[in-house]
């Protein structure tokens, strides 16, 4: 870990790591707060799902509460939400869209817009938590990597589903996602989705770190996409970092945390971040941080002058 | 210029390894898709699904029919069954479509896969009733009748034909089904008695034939015909005075006695 953008171990660097060896308890389960709140979002999204379809939950009367699932849904009768990435696919196959999942595409493009675009990674799709176990039980088991795989390759998976989707007339990867196989079998019942997830558990845990979400979902690419514009960005405040590395460790896209990089932004600034808060939870200096992007500017300017 | 050489063929050889991980990979997905996507001849669709190529192109996979149906007659296909991956459908030995007449589902869809210009819920065609002769009840000669009676187009989509029998005083009742008016909705083959429902819904495609255009039906009156052909002409009605029926109102040829 001492090749951070060039830098080389410093001895306050070392500090900063025993620092973080050395917290206590109190100061570990705080540490955790965006993780416990992750899965709160998570698990609330699809609850809300089940409750609607599977015991009638109505808001107001006669209305569901929220109906559909992830690839499509309606908020009590009114607010209509769609997934971008796969109206996108069914627009390309040549049929014509009707106008509510248009809005629904819309509102939900705008919200992750805003948002930043994979914070629907981190918070709310359900792949995430299957990834995270086999990521999180993988550091604890000290698996090695066994092989190595650009993370450009979700582009690629990207860019041919769409291009499929126009040659097959069907969405591509909407008939074969395991995000929709999950979320659609936990509100509308069992198939043998299961057992893609877990393969792509064992596959994550055992052949390739991070290997679906960080490398392979094209839904994830999407949003990475969009999430360059994002208005909710970690700011990065080069003051008090001490380059220990222990961000990077920790998060699950880390060549987002490159910090010769993000120095010059100062904020990681790239839409591979899902905004999952991991890294601004646990550095020891406390140089990363939510912040919004026009603020950040001021707020990196005002530390560096204070500590002058 | 050795090492040049080595890093041009370095170069080939990572551009044809992409490629072919491309093309394998490519092709895998392709055959995943006409694996599932491929129209399925047995899927019944809810009211207003567009036909099986565009309702899988169009379909978001959403659920939200399901959730809008109040008798719970829709469902989802997993992943890895028989059905196209994630499309609703309906089974109508477990629950039919009850014809709902302001057709919740089809207002749910929000992609227009099902389609909106249903108007009329007795217009959708989400399959056609076929009745297996040999095990139908009616047709074997007892008063069953019960796919007449719970059709909701009775009359129309079923019909029933008398006929009478040579050597039983008892006329057999014939259920027939008339394509022009049934929804396909299975009601029918939910109410069948029979242990394996000698009447099911099956998508169009799989019952119906189409006769060549160049066939002419030459006793039909619309039909253009090549000969000089007299319409049928109906007797004149017998003349109003005539005198009553010798036999009382209500005694048929049942009531003589004896074969
Ligand atoms: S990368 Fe894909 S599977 Fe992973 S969290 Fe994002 S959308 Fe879900
Ligand atoms: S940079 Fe921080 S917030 Fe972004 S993905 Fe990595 S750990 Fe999560
Ligand atoms: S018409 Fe009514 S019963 Fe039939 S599928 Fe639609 S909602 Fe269900
Ligand atoms: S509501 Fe429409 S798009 Fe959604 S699952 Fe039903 S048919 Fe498909
Ligand atoms: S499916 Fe059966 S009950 Fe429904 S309209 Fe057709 S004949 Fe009638």
Redesign the interface.
Not at chain 1, 187 to 193: N, Q, R, S, V, Y
Not at chain 2, 75 to 81: D, H, N, T, Y
């Given at each position: 870990m001492n090749d951070l953008g060039g830098y080389s171990v410093r001895a306050d660097a070392l500090a900063s790591t025993e620092k973080l060896h050395k917290r206590s308890i109190g100061a570990r389960v705080w540490s955790w707060r965006y993780i416990v709140l992750r899965r709160i979002v998570q698990v609330g999204v699809l609850l809300l799902f089940i409750g609607?379809?599977h015991w009638a939950w109505q808001y107001p009367a006669k209305t569901?509460f929220l109906?559909?699932?992830l690839?499509?849904?309606?908020f009590i009768g009114l607010i209509?939400m769609?997934?971008p990435f796969?109206?996108l696919q069914?627009f390309l196959?040549?049929?014509?869209?009707?106008q509510?999942?248009l809005i629904?595409t819309a509102i939900i493009f705008g919200f992750y817009l805003l948002l930043g675009g994979r914070v629907f990674c981190a918070w709310v799709c359900p792949v995430n938590m299957v990834t995270d176990l086999a990521g999180w039980l993988r550091t604890k088991l000290d698996i090695r990597a066994i092989v190595h795989l650009p993370r450009s390759v979700r582009y690629?998976?990207l860019a041919?589903a769409l291009v499929?989707s126009a040659?097959?007339?069907?969405?591509?990867f909407?008939?074969?996602s395991p995000v929709?196989?999950m979320h659609?079998?936990i509100?509308?019942?069992?198939?043998?989705?299961f057992?893609?997830l877990l393969a792509i558990f064992l596959f994550d845990l055992l052949i390739l770190k991070n290997g679906w979400c960080g490398h392979f979902c094209p839904l994830g690419a999407f949003w990475s996409l969009v999430g360059k514009a994002g208005l909710v960005k970690v700011r990065f405040d080069k003051t008090n970092c001490t380059h220990c590395g222990e961000c990077a460790k920790v998060c699950p896209e880390p060549q987002v945390l490159n910090l010769k990089k993000i120095e010059e932004r100062g904020m990681v600034f790239s839409g591979e971040c899902s905004n999952c808060g991991r890294c601004t939870a646990l550095c020891p200096e406390g140089s990363l941080a939510f912040d919004l992007r026009p603020l950040i500017r001021k707020h990196n300017a005002r530390a560096e002058q204070s500590a002058v | 210029m050795a090492e040049q050489s080595v890093s041009r063929r370095d170069f080939l050889v990572k551009a044809a390894q992409g490629t072919a991980m491309?093309a394998t990979?490519?092709l895998l997905?392709?055959y995943?898709?006409?694996q599932?996507?491929r129209a399925h001849p047995f899927a019944l669709r809810p009211p207003g699904a567009l036909t099986e190529?565009?309702f899988?192109?169009?379909c978001?996979?959403?659920?939200?029919c399901?959730?809008?149906c109040p008798y719970d007659t829709l469902?989802?296909?997993?992943?890895?069954?028989d059905l196209?991956?994630?499309m609703p459908y309906f089974e109508p030995r477990k629950i039919p479509c009850y014809l709902c007449p302001d057709i919740p589902c089809m207002k749910?869809?929000?992609?227009?896969a099902l389609s909106?210009e249903l108007k009329n819920i007795n217009d959708s065609r989400m399959g056609l009733a076929v009745i297996d002769l040999e095990n139908c009840l009616s047709w074997k000669g007892l008063r069953c009748e019960i796919c007449h009676r719970e059709c909701p187009l009775k009359g129309k989509a079923i019909t029933l034909e008398m006929h009478p029998r040579q050597l039983s005083k008892h006329a057999m009742f014939y259920p027939i089904v008339n394509s022009d008016a049934c929804t396909g909705c299975g009601i029918c083959e939910k109410a069948c008695p029979t242990t394996e429902a000698a009447i099911r819904i099956l998508p169009h495609s799989m019952v119906q034939g189409k006769i060549g255009e160049h066939y002419r039906l030459g006793w039909t009156f619309e039909t253009e015909i090549t000969q000089d052909f007299k319409p049928y002409e109906a007797p004149a009605p017998a003349p109003s005075d005539a005198p009553p029926p010798k036999k009382a109102p209500g005694m048929d040829y049942l009531n003589e006695g004896g074969l």
């Open positions: 609607t379809a569901p109906s559909g699932n690839s499509a849904s309606k209509p769609a997934d796969a109206t069914i196959t040549g049929h014509v869209l009707q509510e999942v629904g690629f998976i041919a499929l040659v097959t007339g069907v969405a591509a909407e008939w074969v929709g196989m659609r079998e509100i509308f019942g069992i198939g043998f989705g057992l893609a | 491309a990979g490519g997905w392709v995943l898709l006409r599932e996507a190529k565009d899988n192109a169009a978001i996979k959403c659920g939200q399901v959730v809008s469902k989802l296909a997993g992943s890895g069954g196209p991956i994630g749910a869809c929000p992609t227009g909106p």
